[in-house]
């Protein structure tokens, strides 16, 4: 069955993960973003498997995991990932992560950095300026309220534009219907507003600054893919914008998308990782 419970010092979630391919490459541990689940990538995960070992997990709260009533949060969800790695006998991935996703594998590769070879942050949900946070108190307090779910949509439409086809509006939509409203407002809070978030900046900057590993980021918005290529400390770390592309590029452009990572990870084992690795 593809399920693992795991304990941890937020107790213990039972998780849903697929465990495709048996490729010569390192493993991917792939990760979605708030209010959807694994199945995000199933654009990719076959094209990825021909040459990796290919992890999908529904982190906690979301899809087919177990839905605590509290501790909903990216470092829990990133705690949860190392004792799913070692309950699978996984020493270190290339950890890829969408969205909320992009700071889960971030918190991953910064406070377990012997678990993590590399890290893809897919338009992560981090260096958000002050100016859109400010709006963020009236969002959570919507989250908690009766009409969470609207609220969730809502911000939902910010998340697609004019490239983004309709299948993908419609799934990304039934995904938040079905979704527990106290894990939205949790993970949403804990992204961008309580004490040690690292969502907006300047508290982006100092912790995204500890990442030591190389880093691929794929982003929409030129001006935060300029912003973070200043941060990123390893020689093989790269930055690429796909402008005009939504919040969820990777699904609108798949082909694109897997061509750009396995490339990028091949790079990384070819020319930039140490010995031991």
Avoid at 76 to 101: K, Y
Avoid at 241 to 260: D, I, K, M, Q, T
């Amino acid at each position: 069955m593809p399920y693992t419970t795991v304990e941890t010092d937020q107790g213990a979630v039972r998780l849903f993960h697929t465990d495709d391919g048996a490729g010569g490459g390192p493993p991917l541990l792939l990760v979605h973003g708030w209010g959807a689940d694994s199945h995000q990538w199933s654009w990719h995960i076959d094209a990825l498997a021909a040459e990796h070992r290919v992890i999908a997990v529904d982190l906690r709260g979301h899809g087919y995991s177990s839905v605590p009533a509290e501790g909903n949060t990216p470092h829990a969800m990133a705690a949860d990932l190392v004792a799913l790695l070692d309950a699978l006998g996984v020493p270190e991935v290339f950890a890829v992560g969408h969205s909320m996703g992009g700071q889960v594998v971030s918190i991953l590769a910064v406070e377990h950095p012997d678990r993590v070879a590399g890290v893809v942050a897919v338009d992560p949900g981090y260096g958000i300026g002050p100016e859109v946070a400010r709006g963020f108190s009236r969002t959570i307090e919507g989250l908690r309220g009766e009409r969470a779910t609207e609220v969730a949509l809502r911000l939902d439409r910010w998340c697609t534009n004019a490239a983004t086809p309709a299948v993908i509006r419609r799934w990304h939509r039934r995904r938040l219907d079905g979704m527990p409203a106290h894990v939205l407002a949790q993970a949403f809070e804990a992204m961008f507003a309580l004490p040690g978030s690292m969502g907006v900046r300047p508290a982006s900057d100092e912790y995204l600054a500890r990442r030591r590993c190389p880093v691929l980021s794929i982003w929409a918005d030129p001006v935060r893919a300029v912003w973070e290529a200043g941060l990123l400390k390893h020689p093989g770390s790269k930055v690429v914008c796909w402008e005009g592309s939504s919040h969820r590029l990777h699904e609108e452009r798949p082909a694109e998308f897997v061509e750009v990572v396995s490339g990028w990870v091949r790079e990384i084992l070819a020319e930039h990782l140490t010995p031991e690795h």
